[in-house]
Each structure stands twice: as structure tokens, then as C-alpha cells.
């Protein structure tokens, strides 16, 4: 079955350490996006890429790095210079006018 | 001015009761108009999309565009305690600063009380 895998599940991060955060699809789509979940603030648009070897900062990039080396991976970086990084991650990827999302990964800073 | 309008609730009805969720939106440039359901902890999954004004109906779902009002809304009839999740309404086109994307409203939380 064609979808989005998104691991882990679950994560812990300590105080100044760096996560990458897993995103692999399998639909054959161009572009894919990283969306932080918060509650009662939506969807918020961290990095989106169109195409290999491209990306480009969303609203909140600040804290957060990307990489687009392959088609079906997407990976995340939350980087020790994002201050509140405990949220839930989501990713998509775009066929035609919709996405599709993965189950999310949700991030804690213990 | 946030470009997709969305009232967060939290939104709570007794089962059977019909639903209404709304969103507005700001920039005329937009054209098609999507409605995800997200179950907690889960990813938002598509529950219906339209492109023209009007209205478009799957099941007990019905979802309703008026462009000349920037107004998009989605009816539940006959609530199941199974629809209790967060509505997403989401808009596609041109954004305010350029770019085709997908824009999302904040979601509404809805509780279907058996």
C-alpha cells in the first residue's frame, strides 16, 4: 500500500541535543512538507520541498534544518537552537490539490 | 489578517444532531477547497474537497462553498460518536506571499456525545 511512514512514533530529547525526525513516502510525489501541531494553533508550516535537492523555509523554520537528497525521504532536524521544540510532527506529501499525511511523530523535551 | 479563518471550539453536540463547521478565507485567488478529519494523535486525512461554488454531499458528509462571501462550511448529519475528532478546513491556490500551497485553518474540535 502506497502512503507515508513517519518514525519514530514517539521521541525524547534532552536540553541541547539535536533529533532527526524520519520521512519516507512511497506515492511518488514531488513535493513533501513539514507541518508542527500544537494545541489550539493548527497546522504550522515548518519546510517544504518541490523537488529533489530544493527546499525552502515555511513560516517557522527557525531551529529546524532539512535535507532532500532522495525522492521518497524527507528528514527533519530539530536542532538544540529551537527552544520549544514539544509538539506533534507532521509530514505530507502533495499528489495533485491534496495531501497526504503521515501518523506523526510527537516530540518531548525532557 | 490570517488567510484561512477557522473557529477552534472545542465544538460538543449530542448524537443525531446535525453539524456545522465554517471557515473564511481572505484572498479571493483561491480555488479549491479541502475538509480534513484528524482522530487524536492521528495525521489529518482527506474527508472531502470542491472546487465551484455550492454544494457537494458524500454520505451524511455535505460540503458547501460561497465564493462571493469567502465562506466554506461542512455538514454532519446524523452525528455518530465515531465523527468525534478535529475538522480542518483547507484552501488551495495562491498564497499572500506568492506561493501555490495548501493553507490551513486551525481546526475545530467536535465531540459527539452518545
Known amino acids: 500500500d502506497g502512503g507515508i511512514t513517519q518514525s519514530p512514533k514517539y521521541l525524547f530529547r534532552k536540553e541541547g541535543q539535536n533529533v532527526t525526525l524520519s520521512c519516507e513516502q512511497n506515492l511518488n510525489h514531488d513535493a513533501m512538507y513539514w507541518y508542527r501541531q500544537d494545541p489550539g494553533q493548527g497546522l504550522r508550516l515548518i519546510y517544504y520541498?518541490?523537488?529533489?535537492?530544493?527546499?525552502q523555509k515555511g513560516d517557522i523554520a527557525e531551529g529546524y534544518s532539512v535535507s532532500r537528497e532522495k525522492k521518497e525521504s524527507f528528514p527533519l532536524t530539530v536542532t538544540s537552537a529551537q527552544k520549544n521544540p514539544t509538539a506533534f510532527y507532521l509530514c505530507?506529501?502533495?499528489?495533485?490539490?491534496?495531501?497526504?499525511f503521515g501518523s506523526g511523530t510527537r516530540l518531548t523535551v525532557v | 489578517q490570517k488567510e484561512v479563518e477557522q473557529d477552534p471550539g472545542p465544538l460538543s453536540v449530542p448524537e443525531g444532531a446535525i453539524v456545522s463547521l465554517n471557515c473564511t478565507y481572505s484572498?479571493?485567488?483561491?480555488?479549491?477547497f479541502m475538509w480534513y478529519r484528524q482522530y487524536s494523535r492521528k495525521g489529518p486525512e482527506l474527508l472531502m474537497y470542491t472546487y465551484s461554488s455550492g454544494n457537494k454531499e458524500d454520505g451524511r458528509f455535505t460540503a458547501q462553498v460561497d465564493k462571493s462571501s469567502k465562506y466554506i462550511s461542512l455538514f454532519i448529519r446524523d452525528s455518530q460518536p465515531s465523527d468525534s475528532a478535529t475538522y480542518l478546513c483547507a484552501i488551495w491556490g495562491l498564497s499572500l506571499q506568492g506561493a501555490q500551497k495548501l493553507v490551513f485553518g486551525q481546526g475545530t474540535r467536535l465531540t459527539i456525545n452518545p
Open positions: 484572498n479571493s485567488a483561491f480555488q479549491y
Open positions: 505530507a506529501s502533495q499528489g495533485g490539490y491534496g495531501y497526504t
Open positions: 520541498s518541490q523537488i529533489v535537492n530544493d527546499f
